[in-house]
């Protein structure tokens, strides 16, 4: 269309900047709201991408196309009207079986399949730009049971960032193509995720910045970091070198400091929906712990670590330099959960809390307790398991097994069998802090169970398992 306009250059330049504001932001309702990328039948023919216009304006989608893991252009006359669903299929005809009751708007193929173990979806413009994108995996914390279960993954609101897997949930029975979603909430609560500290093992010197993404269909009125130091304890060793007692004494409750978006508190650009907030300097040796609540202006609330307030998540200030050689592993625990830990019965399975430093990162709120046998009893040094928190993995696993006893012979033995091309389970040799204590040469196994099955066997892991011992 050519429209011609004699007006002043100073309305010309704001009738303008109405027009392309308004065709970005008609342009921003449209999201990807449903993906079903493994159907219960195996059939990659019954596969679908959904689109949603959340605006009040229709969208014309001539030249957009669908990319990375598939491919679909849109050509023609394709217009997405408010509130409206389009739904583009693998196969037309797979997805009529599938869906015999369907009687929205299929718009066409798209070519490839959507990855079962994960993929990526970019939705462009007919100009090239990003208009929305979603890589989602199979595994926590993306929903699980929309890997070949039955459901598809469903998006919880229109204007949550679905970038985050916790903006999704598994529909509740089968999809729901061209309609409103079965898990759709008209106002959620925010949604905190991505949340990080930095340095993840400060020193005494460094201040402490705290990072989080969150999400809302509203404007977050409000998001705070509440943290304190953790009271000392008189910590008994066990078998444990002695080590130096904490000194950090507990300030009464917990300070509250206020999380910013405007771009001046490391978080990234005004506005990204990345908050930030600065914690002062800590002495030596001391555990801190925090957590993270977030409010909308309709009073819907949301925090971080959710669950019980014992179990908040921790950092802990370390002035001491640690060799590189191999990968370093940092546990942090409450001085009173790591007392209890050992004090109480060496066969007491009850997991305790604990944040997990390693691979660049920090894992919050894991459950800890001690592993083995007899090596609980006779080892001179304890072994850990580890479960990894709900909904979270650490490379790919739920549970890490921490050795601390044999690792020169248990290394000798697996690479036996991996000489000898028998499937064998990841391993590495590690050192670990606990608590600010060091100890060198500790051993990481996998466990042999129906994840490691699943990685080695692939689709024919469904046998029988057998250990020997």
């Given at each position: 269309m050519n429209l011609k306009?004699?007006?002043?250059?100073?309305?010309?330049?704001?009738?303008?900047?109405?027009?392309?504001?308004?065709?970005?932001?008609?342009?921003?309702?449209?999201?990807?709201?449903?993906?079903?990328?493994?159907?219960?039948?195996?059939?990659?023919?019954?596969?679908?991408?959904?689109?949603?216009?959340?605006?009040?304006?229709?969208?014309?989608?001539?030249?957009?196309?669908?990319?990375?893991?598939?491919?679909?252009?849109?050509?023609?006359?394709?217009?997405?009207?408010?509130?409206?669903?389009?739904?583009?299929?693998?196969?037309?005809?797979?997805?009529?079986?599938?869906?015999?009751?369907?009687?929205?708007?299929?718009?066409g193929e798209f070519d490839r399949n959507l990855g079962n173990g994960g993929d990526r979806i970019d939705l462009r413009d007919g100009a090239g730009q990003l208009i929305d994108t979603v890589s989602y995996l199979d595994e926590a914390p993306w929903p699980e049971e929309a890997d070949g279960n039955g459901p598809s993954l469903e998006l919880i609101h229109p204007r949550l960032d679905n970038s985050q897997p916790e903006s999704w949930r598994s529909s509740l029975g089968s999809p729901t193509p061209g309609s409103e979603n079965?898990?759709?909430?008209?106002?959620?609560?925010?949604?905190?995720?991505?949340?990080?500290?930095?340095?993840?093992?400060?020193?005494?010197?460094?201040?402490?910045?705290?990072?989080?993404?969150?999400?809302?269909?509203?404007?977050?009125?409000?998001?705070?970091?509440?943290?304190?130091?953790?009271?000392?304890?008189?910590?008994?060793?066990?078998?444990?070198?002695?080590?130096?007692?904490?000194?950090?004494t507990q300030p009464a409750g917990f300070a509250e400091v206020p999380l910013f978006d405007d771009g001046a508190h490391g978080d990234g650009l005004p506005g990204d929906g990345l908050f930030g907030a600065t914690l002062p300097p800590q002495p030596d040796k001391a555990v801190i712990e925090f957590t993270l609540t977030a409010a909308d202006a309709s009073g819907q609330s949301a925090q971080f670590p959710e669950g019980s307030p014992d179990r908040n998540a921790l950092i802990q200030v370390d002035s001491a330099a640690h060799p590189e050689n191999i990968p370093l592993f940092r546990i942090v625990m409450t001085p009173r959960d790591l007392e209890t830990l050992r004090t109480r019965?060496?066969?007491?399975?009850?997991?305790?809390?604990?944040?997990?430093?390693?691979?660049?990162?920090?894992?919050?709120?894991?459950?800890?307790?001690?592993?083995?046998?007899?090596?609980?009893?006779?080892?001179?040094?304890?072994?850990?398991?580890?479960?990894?928190?709900?909904?979270?993995?650490?490379?790919?696993?739920t549970e890490l097994n921490f050795n601390g006893n044999g690792t020169l012979q248990q290394t000798l033995a697996w690479d036996l069998f991996a000489a000898s091309e028998i499937?064998?389970?990841?391993?590495?040799?590690?050192?670990?802090?606990?608590?600010?204590?060091?100890?060198?040469?500790?051993?990481?196994?996998?466990?042999?169970?129906?994840?490691?099955?699943?990685?080695?066997?692939?689709?024919?892991?469904?046998?029988?398992?057998?250990?020997?011992?």
């Open positions: 306009f004699f007006l002043s250059s100073t309305v010309r330049t704001f009738f303008s900047f109405t027009i392309i504001a308004h065709t970005a932001q008609a342009m921003a309702d449209v999201v990807i709201n449903e993906i079903h990328y493994h159907p219960p039948s195996q059939d990659q023919a019954e596969e679908f991408i959904e689109l949603h216009n959340a605006g009040t304006s229709p969208v014309e989608l001539n030249g957009w196309r669908l990319e990375v893991g598939i491919d679909f252009i849109f050509e023609g006359t394709s217009v997405i009207e408010p509130g409206g669903f389009q739904i583009l299929a693998r196969s037309a005809a797979g997805f009529m079986t599938a869906f015999p009751a369907f009687n929205g708007n299929l718009i079965s898990v759709y909430q008209s106002n959620p609560r925010p949604i905190i995720s991505e949340v990080k500290h930095t340095p993840l093992a400060p020193k005494p010197s460094e201040s402490i910045r705290i990072l989080a993404r969150i999400s809302d269909n509203e404007i977050v009125s409000n998001a705070h970091v509440y943290w304190r130091v953790a009271a000392p304890t008189e910590t008994v060793k066990a078998r444990f070198p002695p080590r130096t007692p904490n000194p950090t019965g060496v066969f007491n399975n009850e997991l305790l809390n604990c944040t997990l430093i390693a691979q660049g990162g920090a894992f919050y709120q894991q459950g800890i307790r001690y592993r083995g046998s007899s090596s609980r009893v006779l080892g001179p040094r304890e072994s850990f398991r580890i479960e990894i928190g709900e909904n979270q993995t650490f490379a790919g696993l499937s064998n389970p990841f391993r590495q040799v590690f050192n670990l802090v606990l608590n600010n204590d060091f100890y060198p040469n500790y051993f990481q196994i996998e466990s042999i169970d129906t994840p490691f099955l699943e990685s080695n066997f692939g689709d024919d892991h469904g046998g029988n398992l057998y250990r020997g011992v």
